[in-house]
């Protein structure tokens, strides 16, 4: 019978789906970047309002805790921008869904 068979269903056939969602994953999220890119390549007002939106979001959380502005430039942004605080983004977001879009 074709569901029992463990090639499709067995260890086989799970790992091959894994690294298919994986894939997938990286192809959705590379196609994404590189199409925001892109947008503000093209749209300078865009990529200044994206800066002006980040530089705000950096500047609140020095506000916040003094101690972040004696850091480089580099570990500050990997130390205020993570998967939890990416979502404040609001203008970077629409880019991003809009890229998606397509």
């Known amino acids: 019978m074709f569901l029992s068979d463990d090639k499709i269903f067995g260890i086989e056939g799970s790992l091959d789906l894994i690294v298919d969602f994986f894939v997938a994953a990286v192809q959705t999220t ?8 892109s947008y503000m390549i093209k749209n300078p007002e865009a990529l200044a309002r994206v800066r002006a939106e ?9 506000k916040e805790d003094p101690e972040l ?3 480089p430039k580099f570990d500050l942004l990997k130390k ?3 998967g939890e605080t990416c979502f404040e983004f609001s203008y970077l977001s ?9």
Not at 30 to 37: E, G
Not at 54 to 59: L, P
Not at 94 to 102: G, K
């Open 80 to 82: 205020v921008i993570n």
């Open 94 to 102: 629409c880019i991003i869904q809009e890229a998606l879009r397509f």
């Open 69 to 71: 502005a004696k850091l």
């Open 54 to 62: 980040v530089d705000e979001f950096v500047d609140s959380r020095i």
């Open 30 to 37: 590379n196609t994404a970047l590189i199409t925001s890119f």
